[in-house]
């Protein structure tokens, strides 16, 4: 693996299997988009009164040349969150999804809208 990792949890300990299965998640972006430099995970918890099970949020900076992409997966009405795995899976689906965007756009393949047709006085009304 090239891609620079770091992995925090703040003010919890990791779960057992969170490493690893973060390198997986690394390991296939690391396919998809092999001009990423690094990536920095962090991972919270909700600290708030709650009647429900407490949530996590993560934050996720990737580094590529020219290129900064951040998330942050932290929403407090998806009661999912509270499973550590799932709040992580949609955060690194977001990434990809961000990835894929700014892929598409350096290779210039984003759809563009078709021009307008022009009369000799301007702009055809549509």
Same mark, same amino acid.
């Given at each position: 693996?090239?891609?620079? *990792?770091?992995?925090?949890?703040? /003010?919890? &300990? ?17 396919? *998809?988009? &092999?001009?990423?430099? #690094? ?13 429900? +099970? ?8 990737? #580094?590529?040349?020219g290129?900064?992409? %951040?998330?942050?997966? +932290?929403h407090? /009405?998806?009661?999912?969150?509270? /499973?550590?795995?799932? !709040?992580m ?8 999804? #961000? *990835? $894929?965007?700014?892929?598409? =756009?350096? !290779?210039?393949?984003? =759809?563009?809208? %078709?021009?307008? &047709?022009?009369? !000799? $006085? +301007?702009?055809?009304? *549509?």
């Open positions: 693996m090239t891609i620079n *990792l770091q992995f925090t949890c703040r /003010d919890f &300990p990791p779960p057992i299997l969170a490493e690893d299965r973060i390198r997986e998640r690394v390991e296939r972006l690391e396919r *998809l988009y &092999p001009r990423m430099i #690094s990536l920095y995970v962090v991972a919270e918890q909700v600290q708030r009164r709650h009647h429900k +099970g407490t949530l996590y949020v993560f934050r996720l900076d990737a #580094s590529m040349p290129k900064e992409i %951040a998330v942050n997966r +932290g407090a /009405d998806k009661h999912a969150h509270e /499973d550590f795995f799932v !709040a899976r949609d955060s690194f689906n977001a990434l990809e999804r #961000s *990835l $894929k965007t700014f892929t598409e =756009k350096q !290779a210039r393949d984003v =759809k563009t809208r %078709a021009a307008r &047709p022009q009369s !000799a $006085k +301007g702009i055809i009304p *549509l």
